[in-house]
């Protein structure tokens, strides 16, 4: 629960104390962060091993237990990135910014937003993660087992401006500005304004990705001992993605498979000739059939979140705090459709666009008072998300009589929407209240406990479908109706003991819920009560279906000295009701889904890390962790073949995360050089629910090395970096599930890590 006080301490002086929260101890003249507790902080120190404006999560990957991966090395393109932490999925933790919630991490998300489309990586300052339960004062409708708090650089005191220009492999570029106002008067008034641009092709064809992204903060003091602080973030990202791959397609055509484009004649030829005879390229039997090659796919997104927060000092021992946010997303996601015809130019082909849109707005506020040795917290989150989802298709032009769409948009240069296969629209309210209280019983033991409570309602669902079949196999009125999902009563609590000086000892234990999950018809990994076919089905489900409840309980050890540091802990998960569902297809009318209760999984593990300074500047980092996770109730399966009959879930392991992963770490400062090393190495992951296929296990290195001339001229902090991304060019599966996992067997849904390549930057101060 991360109950254990929090000490700051600059340059080893000031120490300033706040009650409940995590505990971190941060040396700012070393930009080390030194875990406490079943927090896990990441710092400067640890951000800086990043090629700039790779996505943050990167960072969070080289923790102990969190399995990340990415398809493009700098994780813009967000549908082929992925985090696991401890068996817990991307849409399953509880993630914030400054207090806002982010919610789930996962692309075409209903509920949630990225963080490296919500803020510029530059200008993050750390990242508090908890492996344990979370804290109950965070505000999040996902967190199950974990959460991630990500935190913005405030505004410098000093006038100044930063900038950085990076260059790397496959004409990758990537731009930096910061202008930061200094003090703007007696109160100490001051703000920031960044902008960045990041540009790179794919490793395998000539399509490219690109993201800008502007953020903005603004720092408030208000007497003495309160501020208010105002932040703003604008994202755009326009993403050619890479092919969907499956394990028949690598096997058959190897590594560097992709996408037609920008061969339109060939992608319209393949789909004219499917059409007129049923025929496909020679070598595609038994694949995948005419979605072994598509012509484009990608993402077009805009995003805008900012708020406010209040931290105010009302008494000597009482303070409030209070967050104001908002949050918009516009979302689109594409394939091209072969063999589906353009009815407004009599193209074999057509686009499709998954258009998700999203519109969050809530608050966040609790007071904290001080009496004797207790620190009591209590307070309340509220949301409003109304969020939609369809899937239309556009025209796209007869050979030889205009330019293709582009994956990006615009949509419709040949014509509005000439078919809907879904459509869907909801409204969903939260309500959390949480109290808690950390009481610290003796000087070096902390108790925290404390309990929230949630209820969470949804309403809405399908207002179009598809009734001729050519679009979606939806072809009769989806369901409609509203979901609740209620807890008066989730429990927490953190014990931690420092027995001896450098020794601590910690447990956590909490209970969790989900709510239900707005998700449209045949949804392959927001698996939720709306993606049923029928209406009477989901009648059923009201009647039946329980949120998901997950018991958590982690007991731990750490040790820190001058030259080591080391913990172990470990952690046993009860999962009840947990929704999952068996996908076929990637898209058009093909797209099925099957929603699955699997009733009760079990998972237990372990996590130990030992980093040792053994001289000055020389840090050597080594962590294993190992999960256990298995369905353990009777489930059944149905694969479609009436020859196969059922099978059972029961012992199963899950899709997509690793049951061993070990990393290491090697780090060496010298004068104004410093370099790095890290090597990670991740055992087979499950593919299919039935555990009948896996990914293999692979090994990933970076290097990286970095010089700081100081001034040069009138320029300050002038520093250069270089990197090797995937140091020894190994061939490996990234991103997995993207199109949901398969029940049994193979299907389209995996996507290679990117080869190796090579980023360099320059970056100095005004």
């Not at 603004?218 to 990202?237: C, H, R, Y």
């Not at 918009?328 to 998954?354: C, F, H, K, M």
């Not at 500047?617 to 479609?640: M, R, W």
């Not at 100081?710 to 991103?735: D, E, P, Q, R």
Request: proline residues 4%.
């Amino acid at each position: 629960m991360g109950g254990a006080r929090q000490v700051h301490v600059i340059n080893n002086s000031n120490a300033r104390v706040t009650a409940g929260r995590p505990e971190v101890l941060t040396v700012s003249h070393t930009r080390r962060a030194i875990s406490h507790n079943s927090e896990n902080v990441i710092g400067k120190k640890e951000l800086a091993q990043q090629v700039p404006g790779q996505n943050v999560l990167k960072a969070v990957g080289q923790l102990p237990g969190v399995s990340y991966s990415s398809t493009d090395p700098l994780g813009i393109d967000t549908w082929g990135a992925s985090v696991y932490m401890r068996g817990f999925f991307m849409n399953q933790l509880g993630v914030t910014l400054d207090g806002v919630p982010l919610n789930d991490q996962t692309y075409t998300s209903t509920n949630g937003l990225n963080i490296a489309n919500a803020w510029i990586s530059d200008d993050i300052s750390r990242v508090s993660v908890s492996q344990g339960a979370g804290a109950v004062d965070l505000p999040s409708n996902t967190n199950l087992g974990g959460t991630m708090q990500f935190f913005t650089a405030d505004p410098k005191e000093k006038a100044g401006a930063t900038v950085s220009q990076g260059f790397g492999s496959y004409a990758m570029k990537r731009t930096y500005v910061r202008v930061d106002s200094g003090k703007l008067n007696k109160t100490g008034t001051r703000f920031y304004v960044a902008y960045s641009r990041d540009f790179e092709k794919k490793y395998d064809a000539v399509s490219p990705d690109f993201m800008q992204q502007v953020n903005a903060k603004l720092v408030q003091p208000i007497g003495e001992d309160s501020k208010m602080t105002a932040f703003f973030n604008w994202n755009n990202a326009e993403v050619y993605g890479y092919m969907d791959k499956s394990l028949g397609e690598l096997k058959k055509f190897g590594w560097r498979q992709e996408l037609l484009y920008p061969n339109y004649a060939a992608a319209y030829n393949i789909s004219k000739n499917y059409l007129a005879n049923g025929s496909l390229p020679s070598g595609w039997g038994n694949l995948d059939g005419l979605y072994t090659d598509l012509y484009d796919a990608g993402q077009s997104t805009q995003d805008y979140i900012g708020g406010i927060n209040f931290d105010l000092k009302l008494a000597h021992n009482l303070r409030w705090k209070t967050t104001l946010y908002a949050h918009r997303d516009l979302s689109n996601a594409t394939y091209s459709a072969p063999g589906t015809v353009s009815a407004g130019t009599g193209a074999p082909i057509s686009e499709q666009v998954w258009m998700n849109r999203e519109m969050r707005e809530g608050f966040n506020t609790y007071f904290e008072y001080k009496i004797g040795n207790h620190t009591i917290n209590t307070g309340a989150w509220y949301e409003n998300n109304s969020n939609s989802a369809l899937t239309d298709y556009f025209n796209e032009p007869l050979l030889g009589h205009g330019a293709p769409l582009s994956t990006t948009g615009p949509y419709t240069t040949y014509g509005q929407a000439f078919g809907t296969g879904w459509a869907y629209k909801w409204s969903t309210n939260t309500f959390q209240y949480h109290v808690m209280d950390t009481w610290r019983i003796l000087p070096n033991f902390t108790a925290t406990y404390g309990f929230k409570s949630m209820l969470q309602t949804t309403a809405g669902g399908n207002y179009a479908y598809d009734p001729t079949g050519n679009y979606s196999t939806l072809n009769n009125p989806g369901p409609t109706g509203s979901m609740t999902s209620a807890a008066a009563f989730l429990p927490a609590v953190n014990l931690d003991w420092r027995f001896l000086p450098g020794h601590e000892l910690y447990f956590d234990f909490a209970e969790n819920m989900r709510p239900y999950s707005a998700s449209p018809y045949a949804s392959a990994n927001e698996p939720g009560p709306w993606m049923v076919q029928t209406q009477s089905q989901f009648n059923q489900l009201k009647k039946t279906l329980t949120p998901e409840r997950d018991f958590t309980y982690v007991l731990g050890y750490r040790y820190s000295s001058r030259l080591l540091t080391a913990g172990i802990d470990g952690y046993h998960s009860d999962n009840y009701n947990r929704l999952i569902s068996a996908a076929s297809g990637i898209g058009g009318s093909d797209q099925s889904a099957s929603f699955i209760n699997s009733k009760h999984a079990t998972q237990w593990g372990m996590d130990a890390i030992l980093t040792v300074t053994p001289v000055k500047g020389l840090a050597i980092t080594n962590s294993v962790s190992y999960n256990h996770f298995a369905y353990a109730a009777d489930v059944p399966i149905c694969l479609d073949s009436a020859t196969t009959g059922c099978h059972n879930l029961r012992g199963k392991k899950m899709d997509g995360y690793p049951s061993v992963m070990y990393k290491a770490n090697l780090s060496y400062t010298w004068h104004q050089a410093s370099a790095y090393l890290d090597v990670n190495y991740y055992s087979k992951r499950q593919y299919s629910l039935l555990n009948d296929t896996h990914v293999p296990a692979y090994w990933l290195a970076n290097l990286g090395a970095s010089y700081h001339f100081g001034k040069v001229g009138f320029l300050h902090n002038v520093t250069a970096s270089f990197t090797v991304y995937n140091l020894f060019n190994a061939k490996y599966i990234a991103m997995m599930g993207e199109n949901g996992f398969p029940a049994s067997g193979d299907m389209q849904s995996i996507e290679r890590g990117a080869v190796r390549e090579y980023f360099g930057t320059i970056k100095a101060e005004y």
